[in-house]
C-alpha cells in the first residue's frame, strides 16, 4: 500500500497547476486583444503609405473589388449625400470631395474589413458597404488605402498626417 502523498506536495501541484491556468488565461488575452484590435496589427502601427509598390498593389485591388462602387476616380456614385428609396446612401467618394480623408486609418481600414457595423456605425444601420475580410488580405486593405491617400491633394494628405498624429499622441498616453 502507497503511503498517501503529502498535503505540501499535493498543494504545490495545484499551484502549478493554477500558475498554468493564469499564464493561459493571460495569453488568451493577450491574443484576443490582438485580434480585436480594428487595424489587425498587434502593435497598431500603420505602414508606410508612401511606398510605391504598396501604392500601385493597392491600385489594383482597388479596381477589382472597389471601383465598381467608388468609382475607378475615386468620385463615388452621383449624389452620394442623398439617400435613395432604399433607404441607404450611395458609395460616397474617396477623393477630397469625400470624407475618406476625416478618419484615421484605423477606422477607415476597420470599415473596409468589417463593413459599416458599430462601432464605425449605428446598431442596424443599412448600407451597401460589405466586409472585405473574408476577400482581402490585411496587407491588400493597407495597400488599397495606400492607393486612396496617394490620390489626395497635397493639402488633404497634410491634413489627414496631422489627424494621425493627433489620433497616435492619444494612443501613447
Keep these: 500500500m502507497k503511503a498517501p502523498a503529502s498535503s ?8 502549478y497547476a493554477a500558475f498554468a ?6 495569453a488568451a488575452l493577450i491574443w ?28 489594383r485591388v482597388y479596381d477589382a473589388h472597389c471601383a465598381a462602387c467608388h468609382g475607378a476616380n475615386l468620385e463615388g456614385q452621383p449624389d452620394w449625400k442623398t439617400r435613395r428609396a432604399d433607404g441607404r446612401l450611395p458609395a460616397p ?3 477630397d470631395s469625400g470624407h475618406t480623408w476625416h478618419h484615421p486609418f484605423d477606422v477607415l481600414f ?7 457595423v458599430p462601432p464605425y456605425a449605428p ?11 473574408g476577400r482581402l ?13 496617394s490620390r489626395w491633394s497635397d493639402k488633404v494628405r497634410r491634413t489627414h498626417d496631422e ?9 501613447a498616453r
Design 163 to 171: 489627424l494621425q498624429r493627433q489620433v497616435a499622441a492619444q494612443r
Design 123 to 133: 446598431d442596424g444601420y443599412a448600407s451597401d458597404m460589405p466586409g472585405f475580410g
Design 21 to 26: 491556468v493564469a499564464i493561459t488565461l493571460i
Design 32 to 59: 484576443w486583444d490582438a485580434a480585436q484590435r480594428s487595424d489587425g496589427r498587434a502593435d497598431g502601427a500603420v505602414p508606410d503609405m508612401n511606398d510605391a509598390r504598396r501604392i500601385a498593389e493597392g491600385k
Design 93 to 95: 467618394p474617396h477623393d
Design 137 to 149: 488580405s490585411d496587407e491588400d486593405i493597407w495597400n488599397v488605402l495606400a492607393f486612396i491617400r
Design 8 to 15: 505540501g506536495g499535493a498543494r504545490l501541484r495545484w499551484i
Design 110 to 116: 476597420a470599415i473596409t474589413k468589417h463593413g459599416l
